[in-house]
T-cell receptor
Framework: GQNIDQPTEMTATEGAIVQINCTYQ??????LFWYQQHAGEAPTFLSY??LDGLEEKGRFSSFLSRSKGYSYLLLKELQMKDSASYLC??????????WGAGTKLIIKP | GAVVSQHPSWVICKSGTSVKIECRSL??????MFWYRQFPKQSLMLMAT?????????EQGVEKDKFLINHASLTLSTLTVTSAHPEDSSFYIC????????????FGDGTRLSIL
């Protein structure tokens, strides 16, 4: 079966750095996506990785290792507004998007 | 870029009513649109995938006659919840992509449906 694992919940302090991990087992791979979802709102697209390595976008970076079936989302200089759920999703060989259950990130002052 | 508009944002109606939700891609042509449902504190659940001009592909367990999807143009898809009941109350979210390959899905703001 296809599976995406990410921690259910994480807590971090304002101004700090946090890394949210995602491991996946899918039939084929056509890219990995990270989305941010604030409570009661729809997801917003954050990043896309298809090749191994680090993609940086301002305070957010996403890393991919295809051989390990592993990705992480790194958030720097955390702000209170970063409190949200972070969803990892992978496109399989049929370009079907397989969603993780999301990681709820709680930022404390 | 990649703006998706969903309307209405909130719907409250009586049991037995049919409700139509619209999803529009404002600045790109969406060859593929997706409809999701999300219950409180739960994951996104894909209901169906629709390609412009063809019938939607429904996920297992989603009733086609209950959730009617129309994708008549490259910028508009509609979801109609027919004869809605309280158990259909949920957060419905559409997303769109300009290809069915490696491009990301871009989401509308969602529709909160409450059936009394």
């Amino acid at each position: 079966g296809q599976n995406i694992d990410q921690p259910t919940e994480m807590t971090a302090t304002e101004g700090a750095i946090v890394q949210i991990n995602c491991t996946y087992q899918t039939s084929g791979f056509n890219g990995l996506f990270w989305y941010q979802q604030h409570a009661g709102e729809a997801p917003t697209f954050l990043s896309y990785n298809v090749l191994d390595g680090l993609e940086e976008k301002g305070r957010f970076s996403s890393f991919l290792s295809r051989s390990k079936g592993y990705s992480y989302l790194l958030l720097k200089e955390l702000q209170m507004k970063d409190s949200a759920s972070y969803l990892c999703a992978v496109k399989d060989s049929n370009y079907q998007l397989i969603w993780g259950a999301g990681t709820k990130l709680i930022i404390k002052p | 870029g990649a703006v998706v508009s969903q309307h209405p944002s909130w719907v409250i109606c009586k049991s037995g009513t049919s409700v139509k939700i619209e999803c529009r891609s404002l600045d790109f042509q969406a060859t593929t649109m997706f409809w999701y449902r999300q219950f409180p504190k739960q994951s996104l659940m894909l209901m169906a995938t629709s390609n412009e001009g063809s019938k939607a592909t429904y996920e297992q367990g989603v009733e086609k006659d209950k959730f009617l999807i129309n994708h008549a143009s490259l910028t508009l898809s509609t979801l109609t919840v027919t004869s809605a009941h309280p158990e259909d109350s949920s957060f419905y979210i559409c997303s769109a992509s300009w290809d069915s390959g490696s491009q990301p899905q871009h989401f509308g703001d969602g529709t909160r449906l409450s059936i009394l």
